[in-house]
């Protein structure tokens, strides 16, 4: 079946360490995204691509980074620098061809920095 | 993001009863999603609208855009223990560029 696939679903990770976030789609859509979501906040973009080895930052870029070497694969990196890592990260895609078109989401990574 | 503003945050009804969740801009959106999701999970897609005046409706669930694509609303008739979650409106905005933006979030919760 098509989907988003995102592993782990919990991680765990030692202050000072970075972590990669997997995400990974079998639905051939051009364009790719990373969410960050708080407890009682909305979704917050971190990073978006649309096109393989082509990314732009979204509102809370700092402390991430991101690759888009292949269409189906669009990993997160949580640096160091991220000053408050501990979130719910959600990874989407959606096509561009034909106008307006919904995004698809992946199950999510729990992220817990100790 | 401050772009869509979503009402109420939090929303707590009987079963049975109907309500309906807001999603504000002060600019024109070119596209509005309406998503559920359950708490820890990824979001599932209800409903797109487009179009100025556009309403969709799916099961007991009623999505319209208003005439000036600027506030959409979503309505629930009869709700059910099975519509509890988080409902977040999403848009396309573009005069920031390529970008999609969503609201904070209603967290709805049925009493049986």
């Known amino acids: 079946d098509g989907g988003i696939t995102q592993s782990p679903k919990y991680l765990f990770r030692k202050e000072g360490q970075n972590v990669t976030l997997s995400c990974e789609q079998n639905?051939?859509?051009?364009?790719m995204y990373w969410y960050r979501q708080d407890p009682g906040q909305g979704l917050r973009l971190i990073y978006y691509?649309?096109?393989?080895?082509?990314?732009q930052k979204g509102d809370i870029a700092e402390g991430y980074s991101v690759s888009r070497e292949k269409k189906e694969s669009f990993p997160l990196t949580v640096t160091s620098a991220q000053k408050n890592p501990t979130a719910f990260y959600l990874c989407?895609?959606?096509?561009?061809?034909?106008?307006?078109?919904?995004?698809?989401f992946g199950p999510g990574t729990r992220l817990t920095v100790l | 993001s401050q772009e869509l503003e979503q009402s109420p945050q939090s929303l707590i009804v009987q079963e049975g009863k109907n309500l309906t969740i807001n999603c504000t801009s002060s600019?024109?959106?070119?596209?509005l999603y309406w998503y559920k999701q359950k708490y820890g999970e990824g979001l599932i897609f209800l409903m797109m609208?487009?179009?100025?005046?556009e309403e969709k409706s799916h099961e007991k669930i009623t999505a319209k855009l208003d005439e000036k694509k600027q506030q959409s609303s979503l309505h629930i008739t009869a709700s059910q223990p099975s519509h509890a979650g988080i409902y977040l409106c999403?848009?396309?905005?573009?005069?920031?560029?390529?970008?999609?933006?969503f609201g904070t979030g209603t967290s709805l919760t049925v009493i049986p």
């Open positions: 989407a895609s959606r096509t561009t061809r034909g106008g307006m078109n919904e995004q698809f």
């Open positions: 639905l051939n859509h051009d364009a």
């Open positions: 691509s649309q096109i393989v080895n082509d990314f």
């Open positions: 600019k024109t959106l070119y596209g």
């Open positions: 609208l487009q179009k100025g005046g």
């Open positions: 999403g848009a396309d905005i573009r005069w920031t560029g390529n970008q999609f933006y």
